[in-house]
T-cell receptor, first 108, second 112 residues
Framework: AQRVTQPEKLLSVFKGAPVELKCNYSYSGSPELFWYVQYSRQRLQLLLRHISRESIKGFTADLNKGETSFHLKKPFAQEEDSAMYYCALNFGNEKLTFGTGTRLTIIP | NAGVTQTPKFQVLKTGQSMTLQCAQDMNHNSMYWYRQDPGMGLRLIYYSASEGTTDKGEVPNGYNVSRLNKREFSLRLESAAPSQTSVYFC???????????FGPGTRLTVL
């Protein structure tokens, strides 16, 4: 079955420390991968997609097909990074499958 | 350009009552979606509509119905609300070229 796993429900990191939010998936094909973010009192929005290989707000994510992972990373956490993060996959159809989310808290 | 709008923002229902959540988008997107967000469960797809006139079940469709009224509007109906339907409901539309979904602000529904 196609599945997206975010193993950490909660993650706390000190300001200035590196951040890594984990995402693993199970799918035999080549999915399209995304990270969505929901800041407090804001709507869910796209942070980045693996196809564009871009860096947004200092975050990057690399697709590792061997480990079936798409971890989100940032070298130096900032307080404004505190939010709920969702990994999401498109398996070549109309739908997105979301992980259960990780709430990131940056400690000042 | 309002993007995706949802009404109402908040609603409290008694068990057995019915209601319709409204969603509209002004971005001329073909595909629209309804999700529910529950703690520890992430976002789960209830129903989606790939184009005007079509609807399909998602992961958790039981207890819900949808109507794609036109290209702009996609409503979600609870015919007989149950406490298990207490959740935050999000509507989204999809921009085809970049496969990006745009979300509404959500409706917080409590069923007593």
């Amino acid at each position: 079955a196609q599945r997206v796993t975010q193993p950490e429900k909660l993650l706390s990191v000190f300001k200035g420390a590196p951040v890594e939010l984990k995402c693993n998936y199970s799918y035999s094909g080549s999915p399209e991968l995304f990270w969505y973010v929901q800041y407090s009192r804001q709507r869910l929005q796209l942070l980045l997609r693996h196809i564009s290989r871009e860096s947004i707000k200092g975050f990057t994510a690399d697709l590792n097909k061997g480990e079936t992972s798409f971890h989100l990373k940032k070298p130096f956490a900032q307080e404004e990074d505190s939010a709920m993060y969702y990994c999401a996959l498109n398996f070549g159809n109309e739908k997105l499958t979301f992980g259960t989310g990780t709430r990131l808290t940056i400690i000042p | 350009n309002a993007g995706v709008t949802q009404t109402p923002k908040f609603q409290v229902l008694k068990t057995g009552q019915s209601m319709t959540l409204q969603c509209a988008q002004d971005m001329n997107h073909n595909s629209m979606y309804w999700y529910r967000q529950d703690p520890g469960m992430g976002l789960r797809l209830i129903y989606y509509s790939a184009s005007e006139g079509t609807t399909d079940k998602g992961e958790v469709p039981n207890g819900y119905n949808v109507s794609r009224l036109n290209k702009r509007e996609f409503s979600l109906r609870l015919e007989s609300a149950a406490p298990s339907q207490t959740s935050v409901y999000f509507c989204a539309s999809r921009e085809y070229r970049h496969n990006e979904q745009f979300f509404g602000p959500g409706t917080r529904l409590t069923v007593l």
